[in-house]
T-cell receptor
Framework: DAGVIQSPRHEVTEMGQEVTLRCKPI?????LFWYRQTMMRGLELLIYFNNNVPIDDSGMPEDRFSAKMPNASFSTLKIQPSEPRDSAVYFC????????????FGSGTRLTVV | GENVEQHPSTLSVQEGDSAVIKCTYSDSASNYFPWYKQELGKRPQLIIDIRSNVGEKKDQRIAVTLNKTAKHFSLHITETQPEDSAVYFC???????????FGKGTRLSVIA
């Protein structure tokens, strides 16, 4: 398995632009998580899905953030409009069940909003 | 909800010495405790985990201990090497439909 695949690896965008981050989880994993990592806050859980259904989006910072999972092999995190304070590394992770195994993280997307 | 505290935030050790990172959790129902290692510019990767029915687990130079009564768990790295330099995250999970809660991380530097 190629693991959790995220794209793009790096994204530089201007304030106000729409940004879409993409994630392909490991085949067969039924949970998908979106995390944001910053120096100040560490790893923050934004939203997670179970069998493509959003379960908890309480970590999404604002209405500017939205996430979808149209099928078991693809998820997107969208920021519209983007702001400089959104600059961070965004990780997608997947797992098979909650407590049987740890999460497998993707390589992350480093987002810079200028 | 669960809250995980991790200490220290930074740790420097001489090569060959041991390193210990400690975490405490708040929810007594938590029963799974993984540790992740994140090298600079890379993804967090699971290095070891422990479940609440076990008090200690070892894998070569790394070990994790769990004290359920005190609600704390620790990562021990012996004979540290420069390639152990990374950020280490502890996490706790409560059985049921709740996700992992991560500590803030410890930046370990192994000085050659």
């Amino acid at each position: 398995d190629a693991g959790v695949i995220q794209s793009p690896r790096h994204e530089v965008t201007e304030m106000g632009q729409e940004v879409t981050l993409r994630c392909k989880p490991i085949s067969g994993h039924d949970y998908l998580f979106w995390y944001r990592q910053t120096m100040m806050r560490g790893l923050e859980l934004l939203i997670y899905f179970n069998n493509n259904v959003p379960i908890d989006d309480s970590g999404m910072p604002e209405d500017r953030f939205s996430a979808k999972m149209p099928n078991a092999s693809f998820s997107t995190l969208k920021i519209q409009p983007s702001e400089p304070r959104d600059s961070a590394v965004y990780f997608c992770a997947s797992s098979s069940g909650f407590s049987r195994h740890g999460y497998t993280f993707g390589s992350g997307t480093r987002l810079t909003v200028v | 909800g669960e809250n995980v505290e991790q200490h220290p935030s930074t740790l420097s050790v001489q090569e060959g010495d041991s390193a210990v990172i400690k975490c405490t959790y708040s929810d007594s129902a938590s029963n799974y405790f993984p540790w992740y290692k994140q090298e600079l510019g890379k993804r967090p990767q699971l290095i070891i985990d422990i479940r609440s029915n076990v008090g200690e687990k070892k894998d070569q130079r790394i070990a994790v201990t769990l004290n359920k009564t005190a609600k704390h768990f620790s990562l021990h790295i012996t004979e540290t090497q420069p390639e152990d330099s990374a950020v280490y995250f502890c996490a706790a999970l409560r059985s049921g439909n709740t996700p992992l809660v991560f500590g803030k991380g410890t930046r370990l530097s192994v000085i050659a």
